[in-house]
């Protein structure tokens, strides 16, 4: 198996070396050009991290050359002064991964902050609201904290179209003049023609109207808001303003008017 990382280097500049020089070998006159490479660790071949440099000296004339640490007096005085005027640097490339990274992570933290920038404004609170009494649904409504879906339960008895109606869940909740029931049909809703479907609704309102509203006097409310749903989604939404009863999945923010006005984005 190959490894396909490890260290590279690369020429990073050449450059003749200013002021006075003499070669030690062949005495040739201001001949010297310096030339520094640079390492890198990669991986794939990717530039990662750089890490050291090497400068090498080489006389133009006799082609001798010189580590940094082997030049004579004269010669490493005028390397100083040449980098002092002119610095090496190294190219960016070199830390390609590195800054690959920082850029990922830059873009990152902008589109999380977009983001959530954007589900902030997006959010409706009535949402959060509708899905909290989804999960209140009962198969055994208490009657004294429920008792409209109590009644409800105990007035749909008949058998709808192949739904077993002793299997729904209920639940309902007042706000301001308004009663919100939901239903919950974990199976055989599907199954059922969408033209019979409409029949739950139809019976919740008449138990409502005829049986269940008189034995709970408080409630004295004519805004209802009706919700069936079974394991995936709503299916049959019926409000006073809008009903949506005739596909395999009714747009639940149908219910949303219950809790009131859409709150005004800041
Ligand atoms: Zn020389």
Not at 67 to 77: A, G, Q
Not at 222 to 232: A, E, M, N, R, T
Request: overall charge neutral.
């Amino acid at each position: 198996m190959f490894i396909f990382f490890g260290t590279r280097s690369s020429k990073i500049k050449t450059r003749k070396l200013q002021g006075q020089t003499e070669c030690p070998y062949c005495q040739s006159q201001n001949s010297f050009f310096a030339t520094t490479f640079g390492k890198y660790f990669h991986i794939f071949w990717i530039p990662i991290l750089p890490f050291s440099k090497t400068t090498l000296v080489e006389c133009s004339h006799c082609k001798k050359t010189y580590h940094t640490n082997e030049l004579p007096e004269n010669i490493k005085r005028a390397l100083h002064k040449t980098d002092g005027q002119n610095p090496v640097k190294r190219p960016i490339w070199h830390s390609l991964g590195c800054l690959v990274v920082v850029a990922f992570f830059a873009l990152f933290t902008i589109l999380s902050v977009v983001g959530l920038l954007f589900y902030k404004t997006d959010k409706d609170e009535r949402e959060t609201l509708l899905l909290a009494d989804i999960e209140q649904l009962s198969n055994n409504p208490n009657q004294d904290t429920d008792a409209i879906s109590y009644h409800l339960k105990n007035c749909i008895i008949d058998e709808i179209d192949g739904i077993d109606t002793n299997e729904i869940e209920y639940y309902s909740k007042i706000n301001a003049g308004k009663l919100l029931v939901l239903l919950n049909i974990k199976k055989g809703l599907s199954l059922t023609e969408v033209t019979s479907r409409k029949q739950i609704v139809f019976a919740v309102e008449d138990c409502l109207k005829h049986y269940v509203l008189p034995e709970v006097p408080v409630v004295g409310t004519k805004q209802i808001y009706i919700g069936v749903k079974d394991i995936f989604s709503f299916v049959l939404i019926k409000t006073p303003d809008s009903e949506d009863m005739v596909g395999t999945f009714a747009d639940n923010k149908l219910l949303f008017p219950f809790y009131g006005d859409k709150p005004v984005e800041e």
